[in-house]
């Protein structure tokens, strides 16, 4: 590891970046290529100041402010953190704008929560919404849109079924149920649909259980937990180890000739999608897989959408006239990203309170005696940074470097070779300047 020192404090960054089952040549070559990234993050934290403000949604049923802890506190020391309430039927959006409600008493109530929350977000670089379960209404979906055209960048982390962990563990089975955020037909128009189905793959983390045959706590793989495997062909995601998915929905692009689509998160090979209504059932840990099953490998998990977006509100003429904001109909080059799964950026909490780290498993760093974690923070980080980041750092990540690495078949097929020709050579060399020499000298004193 490394430490940046800058007045007084100590900003540490890591040299080597270690991932299970990797060469160790190959996190070399990932780790030289992410030096100049780590070394100037590390500077950027201690020198720049946090006048970027990035928001996290709520009012529809997001993460708590506890569940994403650990990642609001990494994300404060480069941004200006904030909670935006955006349900229009909620008190608490309410006071942000009652003077504005008691200075234009002959304007709607609605109509000045609108146009007051078009005008708040445009303070904002970058807003987050993270696993909304209550549906947004078509003049929130406005605000939000008039967000987008006004160059506000979103990372929505949305899912299309209600599965949670907590549930199967009580009742031993639940099946799914749609997720009712009413996003769907605004994503789509933005170049994505979230599917209605669940990701199942053999790469997977996995869930404590007892296991049936010796009645002792065991921990089984868990196909509804995939390890996501990073693209390396965008600076989002290049040399980032697996980031663990829970009771994901997969992703699909939509056609639109303006926007490009770069897949970010996948699954793996030996994949598949359940459609819903899925039967999540603990007897699953009792059958072995077959891996002939799992051949709709490589669903799309994460999505960076780049290019020019229009409104799908322009021809809705209802809904623009009804306030007094300019309204805007397209962008010529903005950028959002769309995860599957709003647990990708949940941290854990303990019976009293205390925040895990992102992408730390306190059920499996017990039962392994090691700690057990994955790179969720890492990527979200660096989805937040691609989008809002000032500085452009992230574009450090893409830049390749190929080491000249020795051809490990050559070495083993001719090692017999070389290891004579160390070993006979310098012998022979010192024989032929011996009898050289001896020539010369009788030549010499003949």
């Known amino acids: 590891a490394g430490i940046v020192f800058y007045k007084g404090q100590e900003y540490p960054f890591n ?26 993050n ?30 609001g506190k990494e994300l404060s020391g480069y941004y200006d953190i904030n909670l935006i309430n955006l349900n229009l039927t909620d008190s608490n959006c309410y006071k942000i704008f009652a003077k504005d409600v008691v200075n234009q008493p002959d304007k709607p109530v609605f109509t000045i929560l609108v146009e007051g929350l078009i005008r708040e977000l445009k303070k904002f670089s970058g807003i987050v919404i993270a696993k909304p379960t209550k549906p947004f209404s078509e003049p929130e979906k406005y605000v939000l849109d008039q967000y987008v055209m006004n160059g506000g960048k979103v990372i929505f982390l949305v899912e299309s079924l209600l599965a949670e962990m907590d549930s199967v563990a009580k009742y031993g089975q639940v099946s799914t149920i749609n997720h009712n955020h009413n996003l769907d037909d605004l994503l789509f128009h933005y170049g994505v649909k ?9 790469q997977c983390h996995g869930i404590p259980a007892i296991n049936q045959q010796t009645n002792r706590p065991g921990f089984f793989p868990w196909m509804f937990y995939p390890l996501y495997s990073a693209v390396d062909d965008n600076p989002v995601s290049k040399n980032l180890e697996n980031v663990w998915g829970q009771y994901s929905s997969t992703l699909d692009t939509t056609t639109r000739k303006a926007l490009n689509h770069t897949v970010l998160l996948r699954s793996s090979p ?17 059958i072995t897989p077959d891996p002939a099953n799992f051949n709709k490998g490589n669903q799309i998990a994460a999505v960076l959408v780049e290019g020019e977006f ?34 990708i950026i949940r941290n854990q909490t303990s019976s009293d309170g205390q925040v ?9 760093s017990k039962h392994f005696g090691a700690p057990v974690e994955f790179a969720n923070k890492k990527f979200f980080m660096n989805c937040v ?26 070495i083993k097929k001719e090692r017999a070779f070389w290891q004579s020709m160390n070993m006979i050579v310098p012998i022979l060399l010192v024989i032929i300047f011996g009898l050289i020499n001896s020539m010369f000298r009788k030549k010499r004193w003949a």
């Open 42 to 71: 590390a500077i950027r934290k201690a020198i720049v100041g946090k006048d970027v403000k990035l928001g996290f949604t709520t009012g529809h049923g997001e993460l708590s402010a506890v569940e994403t802890a650990d990642i």
């Open 270 to 286: 030996k994949s598949r999608v359940a459609h819903n209504p899925v039967l999540i059932s603990l007897d699953l840990l009792k």
């Open 310 to 343: 229009t409104s799908p509100f322009r021809f809705r003429e209802g809904i623009k006239k009804a306030f007094d904001i300019p309204f805007i109909g397209s962008i010529k080059n903005n950028a959002m990203i769309v995860i599957g799964d709003g647990d």
């Open 385 to 410: 940074d691609f989008l809002c980041d000032e500085t452009n750092l992230i574009e450090v990540r893409s830049r390749e470097v190929e080491l000249r690495l020795l051809d490990k078949v050559k």
């Open 356 to 364: 895990y780290p992102l992408g730390y498993d306190k059920y499996a």
């Open 15 to 40: 040299l080597l970046k270690r991932e299970f089952g990797k060469p160790l040549e190959e996190e070399i070559n990932g780790s030289i290529e992410l030096l100049e990234y780590e070394i100037g």
């Open 194 to 202: 979230v599917q209605p189905t669940l990701v199942q793959d053999l």
